[in-house]
């Protein structure tokens, strides 16, 4: 039977922990600790206290210890979710590692149990480690909790593990069971076997996301210096046809100065002259498709390719002078899909490779339709071509991030023996 300064130590105790378990979970989920919703987390805390009295005035102490997952960890999970509109995992990582967070006092609260063999020095040294805890942890919490609210599903799974494995065997062992208390090494030794069995997984789950974001980055890296390329290599072009556009204009004084070199017998540096002449406007002869600079530039870039792999191409495009998207991204959307047509067409056997293109301006939206034959058909993965040797497949990756950019939209698929892409931009 406990004396009258023992009940108050035992109900402050029980107080300040419920109330360090809802403030520290709902800071743990990133939640700001403010005025309003101070109240509101005592408010959780004073509801799930008497819910937690109520048990134990019905079946006493031990069935309330039982009953609390349901009566308090439950009821604060469901509010952590409906009231800030969490996810049920960032809500449990918050409840179980705020529950492990309590261990810090209960061992305290056992030390001095042990020294001094006094219920009053336990309940004494419960509260105040557990006030301790509460003040470092709220300032701890405050910048880790709103990073650990835009983790992905799959990192708060490996932060979970921990926490969760604790609680589970706390209460399989401590609370529900006297397991822990038997003596049994099997026992003893399982939250040693479970915690390694864990951190194993822990480490390959860790890993495999580690990967996964190290390869998407290295994506970004690689896409963002694909549309860099995109940028530089239309703006030469740009540059150069002003400069074959100069070089027209005062082609009268160049001829000149060719025939004064003949003249004076210096026909050779004549010859290397008309020869960069003509390398010049090869290299920047831009066919006119339609009235968008633009898309002339980005299809006639790849002409020469086309023709040096034998490919029957039939390309078209109606698009007016000014459109409504940036010159970068609709350039890299048609190259890259020109480049990688052209690359597929040309692994197909010679007299079988074709491709088409047609793109046109059509009530204020850009369609774009690219049709290919190939040698061996793309292995296809949730609607994307799968490269099949590293470093390729960042065409059609640019492509689809260029025409979500323009709140587009593009579909891959496989048409009989044609790969095609569908764009609306």
């Not at 709220?138 to 599903?153: E, F, T, V, Y």
């Not at 994506?219 to 400069?243: C, F, N, V, Y």
């Amino acid at each position: 039977m406990l004396s009258s300064a023992e009940l108050v130590l035992w109900a402050i105790h029980h107080a300040t922990t419920l109330l360090f378990g809802v403030f520290a979970s709902a800071a743990l989920c990133g939640v700001e600790i403010n005025g309003r919703h101070s109240l509101e987390l005592v408010g959780v805390g004073a509801a799930t206290g008497c819910a937690f009295g109520l048990a134990n005035a019905v079946g006493g102490e031990l069935f309330a210890r039982q009953a609390y997952p349901l009566v308090v960890h439950l009821p604060l999970v469901v509010y952590l979710c409906v009231r800030y509109r969490l996810s049920p995992l960032l809500a449990i990582l918050g409840v179980t590692s705020a529950y492990l967070s309590c261990q810090f006092s209960n061992w305290m609260g056992i030390a001095a149990f042990a020294v001094t063999d006094s219920q009053v020095a336990y309940y004494v040294a419960r509260i105040i480690t557990t006030l301790g805890v509460f003040a470092v942890l709220l300032h701890w919490a405050s910048d880790i909790g709103p990073r650990l609210a835009i983790k992905s599903p799959t990192e708060l799974e490996i932060l979970l593990i921990l926490p969760l494995v604790y609680y589970i065997f706390d209460y399989a062992t401590n609370v529900y069971t006297t397991l822990f208390h038997s003596g049994s090494v099997v026992t003893v030794e399982f939250l040693a076997f479970a915690l390694c069995a864990f951190y194993l997984m822990f480490l390959a789950v860790y890993l495999r996301e580690y990967e996964a974001k190290e390869i998407a980055e290295r994506e970004r890296w690689m896409l963002a210096t694909r549309d860099s390329a995109a940028i530089k290599e239309l703006e030469a072009w740009r540059q150069s046809g002003r400069e074959l556009s100069v070089l027209r204009h005062d082609m009268r004084h160049y001829l000149r100065g060719l025939a004064a070199l003949i003249e004076e017998g210096h026909t050779d540096e004549a010859l290397e002259r008309i020869d960069a002449l003509c390398e010049t406007n090869d290299r920047t002869a831009v066919r006119r498709y339609c009235a968008n600079e633009t898309v002339n530039i980005a299809l006639s870039s790849l002409s020469a390719d086309i023709n040096a792999h034998g490919i029957t191409a039939d390309l078209r495009a109606a698009v007016p002078e000014t459109v409504h998207v940036g010159d970068a991204d609709l350039f890299s959307v048609v190259s890259n899909a020109l480049d990688n047509a052209i690359a597929a067409a040309s692994a197909a056997p010679e007299g079988k490779r074709f491709v088409d293109l047609d793109l046109r301006y059509e009530d204020g939206q850009l369609l774009l339709l690219v049709s290919n034959t190939f040698g061996r058909a793309p292995h296809m993965v949730d609607g994307m071509p799968v490269a099949q040797h590293t470093g390729h497949g960042f065409g059609t990756k640019s492509i689809k991030l260029a025409v979500e950019r323009m709140n587009g939209n593009c579909q891959f698929r496989i048409n009989g023996d044609r790969f095609e892409l569908r764009a609306v931009m």
